[in-house]
């Protein structure tokens, strides 16, 4: 029938095993798409692989979990137990409910155990009858069993109010799996603050129990006069780092702790909107981190609801296609992805993505110009134009152990900033959506959604490819997938298509592993007019979008390359 979906080729290899739920069509995406990937491979068993991702298989996003134990060649699911925590928090009841998650990232420790971190939230009176709309963030550990299974209840590291404000988002975890580290491992969580204020501040916890307790939180964007100038309106002191979403914690072999960010509060000069990317460090396991440097400057996505059209998701960017068409309409944001090189503590690299770069700039036509008066996203000229503006993943590099970067010096220009897809085609086309690794020899790896490849830059459709250096300064580029990917049509939105998901993963020992949402796979509904009575039983028909689209669904997908 189609409903269970095997893998794309030899080396494009179905994650999510099981089968398509069947949906009603205007629920489309509800009980079937899986996105938001996360990979983790046993640094000490390399064989040993475990998968997350935000699985909407019982209708509502869920922290979802596969395995593998040969090196991804095969994969299973696993059930993460977590539909309610301690209500303690929440009233003093013995539970507390939650009715969706996601944001999820996995890790391993030293000795075997792996960690999954999981936001779950309610969605409160906006979408429910129940009005909670409270957030919390809990992390799960497979002790000994490579992610065959969970413990329970997954363990909080923080919670916001019933009142949904303030409101915890976008936790990411990492665990110090270094051996020598005076901090072995413990695990790590970072994420951000949505306040009553309208502040955004990043925070971290940590763990020295293998997950089953975790530290008061610490605050992780602190102020810094010279870097966070403008304050937005918000009524905080001038020089508070105030404003942030995205952070992603990782450790190198001296037991450092570093955090990289996205943040706001860069003076905005004319029609220039750049933000920058901020990064914290910690040395004392994370109970206190220095003042942040600046990792590079970098343009956001543009504004969906300008470029695409009315009934694209509102107040957010996206990644449009060239010409005519306006089929790409999932909301995206562009933000950084960092590692330590595990043979030099002291290099420490980040990649961002960023709009404008040596690829996109004014001299082709690509200009920033401010930001929309509707809901602030970014404007440009040039973003519909062929060859205008493109997205391109970029690389800011630290040999001094994070206190300066090659892309945080004097204007931080990105229009001068080096480049991780420097491939010829790649020029005039974008690529978004970066995760980042070192191999234990010391190879840098990226991995990103990619529009170079035929017909993906008008269509709206992409492919996923993986660049990998040994030196930092030339990339050798790879295809991933095996065909090109459609633009997603599931979730609720009068164009469709709108989530899918806000990330990618990666991770490399000795093979490196990318991971991706697939959209190659078709979607299917039940047939117009089957099962209305004794003589006329169910059918399966395959469904069209409004703007003649297939509707497709959306898998995760894996592959194993060589260094």
Not at 247 to 262: C, E, I, K, M, N
Not at 326 to 331: I, L, P
């Amino acid at each position: 029938s189609g409903q269970c979906a095997a893998s794309q080729g030899a080396n494009n290899i179905k994650v999510n095993v099981n089968c398509l739920n069947l949906s009603d069509s205007n629920l489309q995406g509800r009980g079937q798409a899986n996105n938001e990937t996360s990979i983790a491979e046993n640094p000490f068993a390399p064989k040993q692989l475990v998968a997350s991702d935000n699985d909407y298989i019982r209708g509502d996003g869920t922290c979802g979990s596969s395995y593998s134990t040969d090196s991804g060649t095969t994969w299973n699911n696993s059930t993460v137990p977590n539909g309610f925590t301690s209500g303690a928090s929440f009233g003093g009841f013995a539970r507390q409910y939650w009715q969706g998650g996601g944001d999820t990232s996995v890790a391993w420790d030293t000795r075997g155990n792996a960690y999954m971190a999981c936001q779950l939230f309610n969605r409160g009176s906006g979408t429910s009858s129940n009005p909670d709309q409270a957030s919390t963030f809990a992390v799960f550990r497979s002790t000994g069993n490579g992610g065959a299974s969970w413990n329970f209840p997954g363990h909080q590291v923080t919670f916001g109010p019933a009142s949904g404000v303030p409101f915890e988002d976008k936790e990411l975890l990492t665990v110090d799996n270094n051996v020598s580290s005076p901090f072995r491992d413990r695990v790590y969580v970072t994420w951000t603050e949505f306040a009553a204020d309208g502040s955004a501040y990043i925070y971290e916890s940590y763990s020295s129990d293998y997950g089953q307790t975790f530290s008061a939180r610490v605050l992780v964007s602190k102020t810094s006069p010279r870097l966070c100038t403008n304050a937005y309106g918000i009524s905080n002191p001038n020089g508070s780092c105030d404003e942030n979403q995205f952070s992603q914690p990782f450790a190198g072999s001296d037991g450092a702790l570093y955090v990289t960010y996205d943040n706001y509060n860069n003076p905005v000069r004319g029609s220039d909107n750049r933000n920058q990317i901020l990064l914290s460090k910690s040395t004392d396991g994370g109970a206190s981190f220095s003042s942040p440097v600046k990792v590079s400057d970098y343009y956001d996505l543009p504004d969906c609801d300008t470029y695409q059209g009315g009934g694209a998701d509102s107040f957010r960017a996206c990644v449009p296609e060239k010409g005519g068409s306006t089929v790409s309409v999932f909301r995206a944001t562009n933000y950084s992805s960092g590692q330590v090189n595990p043979t030099n503590a002291s290099q420490v690299v980040v990649t961002l993505g960023s709009y404008i770069n040596q690829d996109s700039n004014e001299s082709n036509g690509c200009v920033p110009a401010s930001f929309s008066s509707t809901d602030g996203q970014d404007l440009y000229t040039g973003v519909k134009t062929a060859g205008a503006c493109n997205n391109k993943i970029l690389i800011s590099v630290s040999n001094d152990a994070g206190k300066s970067f090659s892309g945080g010096k004097g204007d931080a220009d990105p229009r001068t900033e080096a480049m991780v897809t420097q491939g010829a085609a790649q020029n005039g086309t974008d690529q978004f959506w970066q995760w980042t690794a070192f191999t234990t020899g010391g190879t840098f790896a990226v991995d990103y959604y990619d529009r170079q490849y035929p017909g993906d830059e008008t269509s709206g459709s992409s492919d996923y490819s993986l660049s990998t250096s040994s030196g930092l300064t030339a990339f050798n580029q790879q295809r991933v997938t095996s065909s090109s990917m459609p633009a997603p049509t599931q979730f609720e939105g009068p164009k469709g298509g709108q989530f899918y998901g806000d990330y990618t993963g990666l991770t490399a020992v000795t093979d490196i592993h990318p991971i991706w949402s697939d959209t190659r796979n078709a979607d299917m509904f039940l047939c117009p007019g089957s099962a209305t009575g004794p003589g006329t039983p169910p059918a399966l028909c395959m469904g069209t979008e409004p703007n003649g689209q297939q509707a497709n669904d959306q898998e995760i997908y894996t592959g194993t390359f060589a260094p």
